[in-house]
């Protein structure tokens, strides 16, 4: 029988556990890019899906396999595939899954680079609608015949606006429609897609999983919920190697991270995934300052509007309650006309100015200058974004520390 652990336990044991060489605790970093067999007959074989193993590392590595497998426990998926970052993860994925003619259905609120490449993707002639997912009925008014995925988000980044998870899961699951669910924002340890009826799960490994500021890394989440033996675009030649049920997630690493490139690094995999065994600790800490700060800003009158879940004046106050263990490290801030936008961040003396989140450092960046410039000033105003917002990812420093900091900028 089986013991069913804790979520920290687990991820701490897990090298361990999988019998590394001379007793180590962690997966050791396999730096070789190819594979040698005495029996030619076994490449053969892990080529045409029939053994499991590593024929080049462009595709598969001991060191990130160790990671996948910690992302696939965290998730309670059954299978994960480890990228260069995540951005890398959700490129690659659409390039394996989706067909000149398909359509996809995507959040209005998506991050700054996600609404960018999915911009390229149209660009090159794929149907993609952007939506305001908060409503189920916005959703379900723009669904098409060739409707073939539909991506979300947790938490939308930078204005925190939270989708009809659970009725878009329904929906997803009612017209046997892709549903991809990016979980960077809440991470793992707060909220797992799979409740919702996901179908893949992203997270940006660099950010809450990592959570160093020290290895670049995405990855995507099979949740098993997803019948792939239906999905008409998956590879004829796979449907006779493999299982039906990883159908989908050979395709994505055999057409998306073999063919498109985006290799996650057995470095960063080690870095990431020593860096995940204190996932939990420091999501609580980071949580419990966001709230702090939150509170603080929200009575601060030189603060003109807060962004953050954990505060009852947030729209999807309630259903962040309901879904997530806490709230989240992310929110953003709107200063009064009447503040300097750089020289408040600048009088900023311990939070720091940068474009990262999840750190264990808190990192404030004004919006509409850096990571949304490029979509213009009317995109930014269709998502609520104005030239005054500061996105505050917060850390796990003293909140004591953290308060000062502020109420000095502020005045």
């Not at 979520?7 to 050791?28: M, N, V």
């Not at 410039?373 to 998502?383: F, P, S, T």
Request: aromatic share 8%.
């Amino acid at each position: 029988m089986t013991t069913k652990r804790g979520f920290t336990t687990t991820l701490l044991h897990s090298d361990r556990l999988g019998k590394p060489e001379h007793g180590a605790l962690h997966q050791p970093i396999h730096t070789a890019v190819t594979w040698g067999y005495d029996d030619v007959q076994d490449l053969v074989d892990i080529f045409q899906n029939k053994k499991k193993g590593y024929a080049y590392s462009r595709q598969g590595n001991p060191t990130v396999s160790a990671l996948e497998s910690k992302v696939t426990q965290m998730e309670n998926g059954i299978s994960t595939i480890a990228f260069s970052t995540g951005m890398a993860a959700i490129s690659a994925t659409i390039l394996a899954l989706i067909k000149h003619g398909d359509h996809i259905l995507a959040s209005s609120y998506l991050f700054g680079n996600t609404r960018s490449v999915f911009q390229s993707f149209m660009d090159m002639g794929l149907d993609i609608t952007f939506v305001d997912a908060t409503s189920i009925d916005n959703v379900k008014n723009e669904i098409k015949p060739s409707t073939k995925l539909i991506f979300v988000e947790t938490i939308a980044n930078p204005a925190t606006q939270i989708v009809e998870l659970e009725k878009i899961g329904d929906l997803c699951q009612e017209k046997g429609i892709i549903y991809m669910v990016d979980n960077t924002m809440t991470s793992p340890y707060l909220f797992n897609p799979v409740n919702v009826k996901a179908t893949l799960v992203i997270n940006s490994l660099t950010k809450y999983i990592g959570g160093h500021g020290n290895a670049l890394g995405g990855s995507v989440t099979d949740t098993g919920l997803f019948n792939w033996t239906n999905f008409p675009n998956i590879f004829e030649g796979f449907k006779t190697q493999v299982k039906p049920e990883v159908l989908g997630m050979t395709q994505i690493r055999k057409k998306g991270l073999r063919d498109a490139g985006g290799t996650l690094s057995p470095e960063a995999a080690h870095s990431l995934s020593v860096g995940s065994e204190t996932l939990a600790l420091r999501m609580e800490r980071a949580c419990n300052n966001a709230f702090a700060l939150a509170t603080f800003f929200n009575s601060h009158p030189m603060i003109k509007k807060v962004y953050y879940p954990g505060l009852e004046s947030h729209p999807q106050h309630a259903m962040a309650g309901k879904l997530f263990l806490k709230y989240g490290g992310l929110m953003s801030i709107e200063l009064d006309e009447s503040i300097d936008l750089f020289a408040f961040l600048n009088k900023l003396k311990l939070v720091v100015k940068s474009s990262n989140l999840g750190d264990t450092r808190t990192l404030a960046i004004p919006v509409a200058h850096t990571i949304f410039n490029e979509l213009g000033a009317e995109k930014r105003a269709e998502m609520g974004i104005s030239d005054s917002m500061i996105r505050l990812s917060i850390g796990i420093e003293d909140i004591d520390d953290l308060l000062q900091d502020f109420k000095v900028a502020l005045g």
